[in-house]
């Protein structure tokens, strides 16, 4: 069984710029949710991907943008990039059955840079 | 809205130390309660988890018991190892969805 997998592994952008992060889901799971880790603190929820559409969103900018495919891997899209975006994002998988959504398994995360 | 609040660290333990790191949160509801650890260079890891009131979750001699009463979810570990230096998160699920997380506490545990 493949856990999820994340990449690239780090990444360094310059103020202004696009970004795009890439998740492979773990096998048999659905869902895809993404994370932002700033240093020092807990993840803070940024979407939930369910079925190719936005499955809830948390206190993020629409410069956070998303998209799920139907192999359920998913891309994080950031646009104008600002120097407090510089965390580890994370990714999870997880299978959302009719009873609810199950655990969550996490990547190792991107760490992105913002110079 | 709802949160979890997880006290401060770092801890620092000696091997074979008892080990209680504590969460308490704030919900409307009954949500479903879980301990994350993250190793260094490592994504989180579900450590254990509780769906509902007086439900104890445990796992690798860590445990954690969902007290409706004191709004507490405190992590307990009889005595720790040198391998179980890591950060320590607790998170509730919010809206089926949004997992929420405390800020973590870092746990180092020396020989």
């Known amino acids: 069984e493949t856990g999820v997998t994340q990449s690239p592994t780090h990444l360094i952008k310059t103020r202004g710029q696009q970004v795009t992060l890439r998740c492979s889901s773990q096998s048999g799971h659905n869902t895809v949710s993404w994370y932002q880790q700033a240093l020092g603190q807990g993840p803070q929820f940024i979407f939930q991907?369910?079925?190719?559409?936005?499955?809830g969103r948390g206190n993020f900018p629409p410069r956070f943008s998303g998209l799920q495919f139907p192999n359920y891997s998913s891309e994080l899209n950031v646009n104008a990039l600002e120097l407090d975006d510089s965390a580890l994002y994370l990714c999870?998988?997880?299978?959302?059955?009719?009873?609810?959504?199950?655990?969550?398994?996490f990547g190792p995360g991107t760490r992105l840079t913002v110079l | 809205g709802d949160s979890v609040t997880q006290m401060e660290g770092p801890v620092t333990l000696s091997e074979e130390a008892f080990l209680t790191i504590n969460c308490t949160y704030t919900a409307t509801g009954y949500p479903s309660l879980f301990w994350y650890v993250q190793y260094p260079g490592e994504g989180l890891q579900l450590l254990l988890k509780?769906?509902?009131?007086?439900d104890k979750g445990s796992n690798k001699g860590f445990e954690a018991t969902y007290r409706k009463e004191t709004t507490s979810f405190h992590l307990e570990k009889g005595s720790v190892q040198v391998s179980d230096s890591a950060v320590y998160f607790c998170a509730l699920l919010y809206n089926n969805n949004d997992m929420r997380f405390g800020a973590g506490t870092r746990l180092t545990v020396k020989p």
């Open positions: 991907y369910y079925r190719e559409e936005e499955n």
């Open positions: 509780a769906t509902k009131a007086d």
């Open positions: 999870a998988s997880s299978l959302n059955l009719a009873g609810g959504p199950d655990e969550q398994f």
